[in-house]
């Protein structure tokens, strides 16, 4: 199985810039750590030169107090992911799970918005027939862009790319193309 180019530099760099933008941003008030959209994602297409399998997930994100507006018209919000899904490979189900933050860049008046995490893993299995991602834990790493239809729906696209970076001898990676289905349950 060939290895697969791990996009870790592109999500660190968009980080470190993100990062830095907010350095001279004005802090935006929210109310932290409530419900700020929940909905499901699944794979669309998968990389063929990965690990192939696919993943259908449940996900929630809450607010941080970390949010800043950057000049007159954008904001970069932070926010805690969780989720848990189904990842099937060759006929074999393992139960997948994840938390960690993410990244959502938009403009005021705008329905498009951009979003990048990064979220430690957990996998209850890492074998699957004659495949094996190599253990439990996982680094799951996204990034999409996505439309607000109306105040309370969401639909995406979302690039994720998901390895243990070498942790254990085998890393096949596992690189999938994702619809994003949300809601914001507040609206």
Do not use: C
Request: net charge neutral; proline share 4%.
């Amino acid at each position: 199985m060939q290895r697969v180019t791990k996009p870790l530099p592109l999500i660190t760099g968009l980080s470190a810039l993100l990062l830095s933008a907010s350095l001279n941003a004005e802090t935006l008030e929210t109310q932290p750590y409530t419900l700020s959209e929940a909905g499901f994602r699944f794979v669309v297409e998968k990389d063929s030169n990965s690990f192939e399998a696919e993943l259908f997930d449940l996900y929630a994100g809450f607010t941080t107090p970390w949010n800043w507006r950057l000049g007159e018209r954008w904001r970069l919000n932070t926010r805690l992911d969780l989720s848990a899904g189904i990842l099937n490979s060759e006929g074999q189900q393992a139960l997948m799970v994840s938390a960690g933050p993410s990244w959502i860049l938009d403009q005021a008046d705008s329905r498009i918005f951009y979003r990048a995490g990064m979220h430690p893993s957990l996998v209850s299995r890492h074998r699957f027939g004659n495949d094996d991602i190599g253990g439990a834990f996982q680094v799951s790493s996204h990034v999409g862009i996505g439309v607000r239809i109306g105040k309370r729906w969401r639909l995406g696209y979302r690039f994720q790319h998901t390895s243990n970076g070498d942790l254990y001898d085998s890393n096949p990676g596992l690189d999938i193309h994702m619809l994003v289905f949300g809601t914001n349950p507040e609206r």
